[in-house]
């Protein structure tokens, strides 16, 4: 009897869902809103701030401020914008307030890609150990010329080459590895530029430009990183079914927003800029960067007053210097866990080099002489012969542990 009734409501299910299915299939993903509210979560805002020691007032029919004995949070009412310790940051969607119970809501995923990483950055991975490779992109190039001030001569595809030049020249300095993605007037695609960062390994991308508005008012500094999954990007409300897709750079969407905090806040606190906030696009340059992947916009060309500050010796060195501080302070708070190489590794290596070595000196009729044998440049081992050919083979073992921890180590392969 129950399998009788089973059996009636599949075929029901089938006679009504088959239309839709037959209607659905072939269909091309559109540009659909989905419907955002009943499909994101959201959390209260003071339960999850009681964990940190916050307490929260509402103020001025607006504003919900928060804060403890270190850090000051302003949420906006009906806004996406908040203000973390003075600097701005998009939420994916706006704050929203429980009229019945007085309580004040942010989505889910601002809780987990945005608070937490502000709150507890020494819990984010590190990706970019001291001395790792970093990656900056000059953008535009060659017939791509970027943003223009034809009334003060300036380009930005030569200012964005000239900051990255510099910006290499100081990292450089710092003791990191730096590569740019183009040193020259060339053309260069958006995708050529990510798959050459990832080809060079880039522990970390930094994508320079300069902006430009339709209105000469606007000037500031905005930050972005590559939208979250499934959300919408910061110049829009509401999701599209096209957003839906994960890319490469989604696996840092919390070193990305963490970064972009960091480089942002140094870069309008020390050239005293608007602060337009940290915000999330889908950018082509960043999307298959598989590394934390930030693009910065450091002015506007179209406002003349701003344009020539941007073109002056001094706005350089301080952004380039800004730019460096942000980095130091994103590598400074994170921590390291990414045990890459197990130590277990560094033993097999080190076993199987000891069995390579003979353990009595090799004569001369074998064609090698003991100096080749230990010949090795960063162990900087002095050729032994004869009798202390054991005390030498000893040296030469316990230098090549040393130097193999030492160089994973800088490589950030091992803690
Ligand atoms: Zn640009």
Same mark, same amino acid.
């Given at each position: 009897?129950?399998?009788?009734?089973?059996?009636? !409501?599949?075929?029901?299910?089938?006679?009504?869902?088959? &239309?839709?299915?037959?209607?659905?299939?072939?269909?091309?993903?559109?540009?659909?809103?989905?419907?955002?509210?009943?499909?994101?979560?959201?959390?209260?805002?003071?339960?999850?701030?009681?964990?940190?020691?916050?307490?929260?007032?509402?103020?001025?029919?607006?504003?919900?401020?928060?804060?403890? !004995?270190?850090?000051?949070?302003?949420?906006?009412?009906?806004?996406?914008?908040?203000?973390?310790?003075?600097?701005?940051?998009?939420?994916?969607?706006?704050?929203?307030?429980?009229?019945?119970?007085?309580?004040?809501?942010?989505?889910?995923?601002?809780?987990?890609?945005?608070?937490?990483?502000?709150?507890?950055?020494?819990?984010?991975?590190?990706?970019?150990?001291?001395?790792?490779?970093?990656?900056?992109?000059?953008? %535009?190039?060659?017939?791509?010329?970027?943003?223009?001030?034809?009334?003060?001569?300036?380009?930005?595809?030569?200012?964005?080459?000239?900051?990255?030049?510099?910006?290499?020249?100081?990292?450089?300095?710092?003791?990191?590895?730096?590569?740019?993605?183009?040193?020259?007037?060339?053309?260069?695609?958006?995708?050529?530029?990510?798959?050459?960062?990832?080809?060079?390994?880039?522990?970390?991308?930094?994508?320079?430009?300069?902006?430009?508005?339709?209105?000469?008012?606007?000037?500031?500094?905005?930050?972005?990183?590559?939208?979250?999954?499934?959300?919408?990007?910061?110049?829009?409300?509401?999701?599209?079914?096209?957003?839906?897709?994960?890319?490469?750079?989604?696996?840092?969407?919390?070193?990305?927003?963490?970064?972009?905090?960091?480089?942002?806040?140094?870069?309008?606190?020390?050239?005293?800029?608007?602060?337009?906030?940290?915000?999330?696009?889908?950018?082509?340059?960043?999307? %298959?960067?598989?590394? &934390?992947?930030?693009?910065?916009?450091?002015?506007?060309?179209?406002?003349?007053?701003?344009?020539?500050?941007?073109?002056?010796?001094?706005?350089?060195?301080?952004?380039?210097?800004?730019?460096?501080?942000?980095?130091?302070?994103?590598? %400074?708070?994170?921590?390291?866990?990414?045990?890459?190489?197990?130590?277990?590794?560094?033993?097999?290596?080190?076993?199987?080099?000891?069995?390579?070595?003979?353990?009595?000196?090799?004569?001369?009729?074998?064609?090698?002489?003991?100096?080749?044998?230990?010949?090795?440049?960063?162990?900087?081992?002095?050729?032994?012969?004869?009798?202390?050919?054991?005390?030498?083979?000893?040296?030469?073992?316990?230098?090549?542990?040393?130097?193999?921890?030492?160089?994973?180590?800088?490589?950030?392969?091992?803690?």
């Amino acid at each position: 009897m129950l399998f009788k009734q089973w059996r009636s !409501c599949v075929i029901f299910a089938c006679i009504i869902g088959l &239309p839709a299915c037959v209607l659905n299939a072939g269909k091309r993903p559109t540009n659909k809103s989905l419907s955002y509210r009943d499909t994101y979560k959201t959390e209260d805002i003071e339960n999850v701030l009681r964990h940190y020691n916050f307490r929260c007032v509402y103020e001025d029919g607006k504003y919900f401020r928060c804060f403890n !004995c270190t850090h000051h949070i302003a949420f906006i009412l009906e806004s996406k914008e908040m203000i973390f310790d003075g600097t701005k940051l998009f939420l994916t969607r706006p704050v929203v307030k429980n009229p019945r119970q007085n309580r004040f809501f942010v989505a889910a995923v601002d809780v987990e890609k945005i608070l937490k990483p502000l709150l507890e950055p020494e819990k984010i991975k590190k990706y970019l150990p001291n001395g790792g490779c970093i990656v900056i992109d000059a953008g %535009h190039g060659g017939t791509a010329e970027g943003a223009k001030n034809s009334r003060l001569k300036l380009v930005e595809k030569r200012l964005t080459l000239n900051t990255a030049r510099a910006l290499q020249s100081a990292l450089s300095k710092a003791g990191y590895k730096v590569f740019l993605t183009r040193d020259s007037d060339v053309d260069l695609s958006l995708e050529q530029r990510g798959q050459l960062a990832n080809k060079l390994k880039a522990q970390l991308f930094v994508s320079l430009h300069y902006n430009a508005a339709e209105s000469m008012q606007a000037r500031g500094i905005e930050t972005f990183t590559y939208t979250f999954a499934s959300h919408p990007s910061t110049d829009r409300t509401k999701a599209l079914a096209s957003d839906e897709s994960t890319e490469v750079n989604n696996r840092f969407d919390i070193q990305n927003t963490y970064l972009a905090y960091c480089i942002q806040k140094s870069v309008t606190l020390r050239l005293g800029s608007i602060d337009r906030g940290v915000r999330r696009a889908r950018f082509g340059v960043l999307r %298959h960067v598989h590394c &934390p992947a930030i693009l910065i916009e450091c002015g506007f060309l179209s406002n003349d007053d701003e344009a020539s500050k941007i073109a002056t010796k001094t706005y350089q060195e301080k952004l380039v210097n800004s730019i460096i501080k942000g980095i130091q302070r994103y590598v %400074h708070n994170t921590i390291m866990r990414t045990v890459v190489v197990p130590p277990t590794q560094i033993l097999k290596d080190f076993q199987s080099k000891k069995s390579s070595l003979p353990k009595r000196p090799l004569l001369k009729s074998q064609g090698t002489s003991n100096k080749q044998t230990f010949r090795n440049p960063s162990a900087e081992v002095k050729p032994f012969c004869g009798a202390s050919y054991r005390f030498a083979r000893k040296i030469y073992l316990a230098n090549f542990l040393f130097y193999e921890k030492t160089r994973l180590k800088s490589m950030g392969l091992i803690g």
